[in-house]
């Protein structure tokens, strides 16, 4: 199989893989890194100069691989990764806060309906998101005993 790609999907293609990439392998230490998804960055990575974009992606004769320019690494990671880190920092604050408030009110006796359950922890994450909109962090407190 073939597939074609103009220089300005090339461009686009090349933000997927950076940033699938980085979603996938970035967590991981060395000796977990899921090798199949280096590789296919590299492969794509191998047509940087070919559709216009060497000054994206250079190539290392020493290692024999591929790696994001400083200004393209720079470039992805304001536009996008740091956007949804932010984003999911705010979510996954206000669900665990939402998660925990909510399951500490339960005794155990009680028997609730999973969908009562889930209808419980989203009124309470949307309180917290209400929250975390007007004041940030600024009224979170953590109890180190």
Same mark, same amino acid.
């Given at each position: 199989? $073939?597939?074609? +790609?103009?220089?300005?999907?090339? #461009? ?15 967590? #991981?230490?060395? %000796? ?14 191998? +047509?940087? $100069? ?15 691989? +591929?790696?994001?320019?400083?200004? +393209? ?12 880190? =932010? ?10 806060? =939402? ?9 155990? $006796? %009680? ?12 009124? #309470? ?12 962090? %600024?009224?979170? $407190?953590?109890?180190?005993?």
């Amino acid at each position: 199989m $073939k597939i074609n +790609f103009t220089k300005k999907q090339y #461009r686009l293609l090349l933000d997927l893989v950076y940033i699938g990439r980085f979603v996938i392998n970035g967590i #991981r230490t060395s %000796d977990q890194i899921l090798e199949e998804y280096e590789e296919i960055q590299q492969y794509v990575y191998s +047509f940087a $100069k070919k559709m216009g974009c060497g000054d994206l992606v250079e190539y290392n004769r020493e290692s024999n691989m +591929f790696y994001e320019t400083n200004e +393209f690494d720079k470039m992805v990671m304001e536009r996008y990764i740091e956007e949804y880190d =932010a984003e999911v920092f705010w979510t996954e604050l206000a669900t665990g806060l =939402a998660e925990r408030d909510v399951m500490k009110g339960s005794t155990g $006796k %009680d028997e609730i309906k999973p969908e009562e359950l889930i209808m419980k922890i989203w009124a #309470r994450e949307e309180e917290y998101n209400e929250e975390f909109y007007e004041n940030g962090l %600024d009224n979170v $407190k953590v109890d180190m005993k």
